[in-house]
């Protein structure tokens, strides 16, 4: 049974630092793609980071560029998104999102809904 489940969110100021979590398990082999992806009031799910995991390619949306970073911890199968020099415009539900199949990580960020696996989300607030 795949599942994935995120948490890590909280408040936080401009400027400062938060690591979301997504615990994924089920996958029976590395033939699969993970990925971070935000939902704002209004807007539609955005794609922020993905990772294949077969070769470890990775993808960042070009407002994170810098800022995120996103790993996997193979033994905790656990995938990380340390997020740094938060911005007010970050502010949002942040979700884990994942797909058998292993194509590539670009591919899953642009299209997140092709992935079969979401978590509840956690919800970040960025703010003075």
């Known amino acids: 049974q795949v599942q994935v489940a995120e948490s890590g969110g909280g408040s936080v100021q401009p400027g400062g630092s938060l690591r979301l979590s997504c615990a994924a398990s089920?996958?029976?082999?590395?033939?699969?793609?993970i990925g971070w992806f935000r939902q704002a009031p209004g807007k539609e799910h955005e794609g922020i980071s993905c990772?294949?995991?077969?070769?470890?390619?990775?993808y960042y949306q070009d407002s994170v560029k810098g800022r995120f970073t996103i790993s996997r911890d193979n033994a905790k199968n656990t995938v990380y998104l340390q997020m740094n020099s938060l911005k007010l415009e970050d502010t949002a539900v942040y979700y884990c999102?994942?797909?058998?199949?292993?194509?590539?990580?670009?591919?899953?960020?642009?299209?997140?809904?092709?992935?079969?696996?979401w978590g509840t989300g956690t919800p970040v607030t960025v703010s003075s």
């Open positions: 999102a994942a797909s058998a199949g292993g194509y590539y990580a670009d591919y899953a960020c642009r299209y997140p809904y092709g992935l079969n696996y």
């Open positions: 990772l294949r995991v077969s070769d470890g390619s990775t």
């Open positions: 089920g996958f029976t082999d590395d033939s699969w793609v």
